[in-house]
């Protein structure tokens, strides 16, 4: 038999998706960041043809989704690092809404000086 | 008086779900449900289940998709609607109906080294265990594990990576790592280590989440994980 | 890959995680300053050109990313894919030296040139 949503649902669980799920995102974006900054070996001009694009609401909207990803990839694994790393006590289950809480911060402040 | 629509899992791996009709009673178990279809409706429905009060843990089952011990499940903790979905234990081959074989369980249990090597004799003076000691807590915290197999069950790492020991080996490792008197402890660190050990563990928490007993193996594998980088990183793995 | 090497690896990762950790959080916080004052290329390079602590910062910020992403990437594809074995590791091992040659090669192009 296999497990289904039904024994998943529950807040570790979304975490570790969550984690999972921003961890590839941005590995599958590390490519693209790299290139992008590598532009600017080809002088201001070839950096600034790439930066134009920033000025679209849409590339603005990604922006702050990318940094939502790793706000969240960080504060998760801080989180990990705590469950693994220290001596188990009960505080560690609110880990979770705290990192959840401090991504969404890391998010709203970019959010709002980009816009 | 109401009914229950109750889905059973009847077969092998490949089967399906037979609907019964089960009286509703009041402080009625979920094993209740399953003994009322065995004796009164189906003869050839087969089960596990020997103390029936949540002692043993012989009739780990899926409830509506959780692995629990149906003694201790109350039919109105689980039923939506009068309906509870019953079926067999996840992960483990499907003997037949809700009996699984736990045959690859236990055998994971004796590669984590899940048990006691020592070296003293009748000769020798009592071992001293202080259980105020940092380990002996660290023991105590899990040592009430009697095997039922609901977490292996529960944890998708197992699922994923067939090789994984599971939570229930690993957690038994712990208990015999903080073991004053085990002599075994080299050994039983390269057993737990790798990708096919305690290392794999990504604190789903779904074993914690389910265990009958409120023990929790995420806090024991990642014991372990501490217990095994110190080893390797001194060269002692 | 022996047992010692897998442990390797994991505690790799962690360590790598720790020094990301820090290096996410400056990274966020100079990102959310620098989205403020402008994206020009004149104005970003205007900033970081020359500038080795920064330079030498985001070298280090490359060399964890470097590290910690196929290592990360190796459980996932072999617990989502099923892949196992010797392909598996040189095909992250390889996404590791591309990531920290991509990456080094902006920092140069960004900080140095």
Known sequence: MKNDFRARNHPAYWAFIAHRASGLLLTLFLPFHFWALGQALHGAEALDGFLRWTDYPLVKFAETGLVLLLAAHMTGGVRLLMLEFLAWRDWQKNLLAIAAGASLVAGLAFALNVV | MSLLRVSVWRGGASGGFQTYEVPRLESQTVLDVVTYIQRSLDPTLSYRFACRVGVCGSCAMSVNGKARWPCRTHVAGVAEDNRIEIAPLSNLPVIKDLVTDMSRFFDKWAQAKGQFYGTRTRADDFARVLPESRQ????????????????????????????????????RAWTLINDVRDTARAARLAAVAGDAGCHACHTHMSCTERCPKNLVPTASIAGLKRAVAAAALKGEL | MNT??????????????????????????????????????????????????????????????????????????????????????????????????????????????
């Not at chain 3, 505690?11 to 290096?23: G, N």
């Open chain 2, 136 to 171: 002996r807590q660290a023991v105590d915290a899990a040592i009430e594990c009697i095997g039922c197999g609901v977490c292996y069950s529960a944890c998708d790492v197992v699922t994923w990576n067939p090789a994984y020991l599971g939570p229930a080996a690993l957690n």
């Open chain 3, 4 to 113: 010692r090497t897998q442990v390797l690896l994991w505690t790799a990762q962690r360590a790598s995680a720790a020094v990301l950790a820090l290096c996410v959080l400056i990274h966020l916080v100079t990102m959310i300053y620098a989205v403020k004052n402008g994206l020009t290329a004149a104005e970003v390079l205007g900033r970081t050109r020359g500038n080795t602590g920064w330079a030498a910062f985001y070298a280090l910020f490359v060399a964890a990313i470097a590290v910690h992403a196929p290592i990360g990437l190796r459980t996932t594809l072999s617990e989502m894919l099923g892949w196992r074995g010797a392909a598996l590791d040189l095909l992250v091992l390889a996404l590791g030296i591309a990531l920290a040659l991509w990456g080094w090669r902006a920092v140069w192009g960004v900080f140095v040139v």
